[in-house]
């Protein structure tokens, strides 16, 4: 059996027949380095590259790596806006490399590529995500319900389901946690991502363990830490209303006996 290795999307030959010419333009993409087997410092590479009208930052990252520099270092899996494995600041704001055009972007200019702050780099655009999922653990990410193992499915009314729909679509990229100034400063904030997870349980009307998700986010560390600075929403790639999620759980805090 043999193992075909991909080719990056900006390397494939499409036929003329297929919407003619394939325009092209340069970019300059420019991606903060950090190794710290070499140095302590980190520094920016960069390489002027040719791309194409359907590329992606992720694409330009994977044409260095293949072509250019073998040891640029970044998290992808899925290539889709899947996995949430590709969180990094690209221009300035936190993106997925794997959703962000190269034309949406200004190529007049270089592109900087960084990696989302507040969580201790490991390498390049690697981040260790340990002390984000350590703030989603806590916050009990699964189905918790009393009494005996039902006979059929959990029924649930269409309305039910709608309350907590918007923060099922979470993906666990962190790039709301990492937005968020609070959690920059005070690294043991828990953070948008774990509130948004909880709120999917809070608000979930099959779930009997609300109490105590919001015992544990009316913690010093929790929801009250929250400045409502709207960085989080505007990061978030699924769309999900973050902040607004927060400040349904600052409500069912007060309104609850906790
Ligand atoms: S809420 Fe949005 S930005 Fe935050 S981790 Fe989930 S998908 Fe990523
Ligand atoms: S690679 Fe999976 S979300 Fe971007």
């Known amino acids: 059996m043999t193992t075909e290795i991909?080719?990056?999307?900006?390397?494939?030959?499409?036929?003329?027949?297929?919407g003619g010419d394939i325009p092209s333009f340069e970019i300059t993409l420019k991606v903060r380095r950090y190794n710290p087997e070499v140095s302590d410092e980190a520094y920016w590479d960069e390489w002027k590259l040719t791309m194409y009208g359907t590329d992606r930052v992720l694409d330009a990252l994977h044409k260095v790596k293949w072509e250019h520099d073998g040891s640029v270092t970044f998290r992808r899996s899925c290539g889709h806006g899947v996995c949430g494995?590709?969180?990094?600041?690209?221009?300035?704001?936190?993106?997925?490399?794997c959703k962000t055009l190269l034309k949406d972007l200004d190529?007049?200019?270089?592109?900087?590529?960084e990696p989302i702050k507040g969580l201790p780099v490991e390498k390049?655009?690697?981040?260790?995500m340990e002390p984000f999922f350590q703030s989603y653990?806590?916050?009990?990410?699964?189905?918790?319900?009393?009494?005996?193992?039902?006979?059929?499915?959990?029924?649930?009314?269409?309305?039910d389901r709608e309350r907590f729909d918007d923060t099922t679509k979470c993906i666990l990229c962190a790039a709301c946690t990492s937005?968020?100034?609070?959690?920059?400063?005070?690294?043991?904030?828990?953070?948008?991502?774990?509130?948004?997870?909880?709120?999917?349980?809070?608000?979930?009307?099959?779930?009997?363990a609300g109490d105590m998700r919001l015992e544990i986010l009316n913690d010093k560390?929790?929801?009250?830490?929250?400045?409502t600075t709207f960085n989080c929403s505007e990061a978030c790639p699924r769309g999900i209303q973050v902040t607004k999620a927060i400040a349904e759980v600052k409500q069912a805090i007060l309104s609850r006996s906790v």
């Open 6 to 18: 991909a080719e990056p999307a900006s390397k494939i030959e499409l036929p003329e027949s297929v």
């Open 85 to 97: 494995s590709d969180a990094m600041r690209i221009n300035g704001r936190n993106r997925l490399a």
């Open 107 to 113: 190529t007049s200019k270089p592109i900087l590529v």
């Open 124 to 128: 390049d655009l690697i981040v260790d």
């Open 137 to 159: 653990r806590e916050i009990m990410p699964f189905l918790i319900s009393k009494g005996h193992e039902p006979t059929k499915e959990r029924l649930q009314s269409a309305e």
């Open 179 to 208: 937005s968020c100034p609070v959690f920059w400063t005070d690294g043991q904030y828990f953070g948008p991502a774990a509130i948004v997870n909880a709120h999917r349980f809070i608000f979930d009307s099959r779930d009997d």
């Open 221 to 227: 560390e929790g929801v009250w830490r929250c400045r």
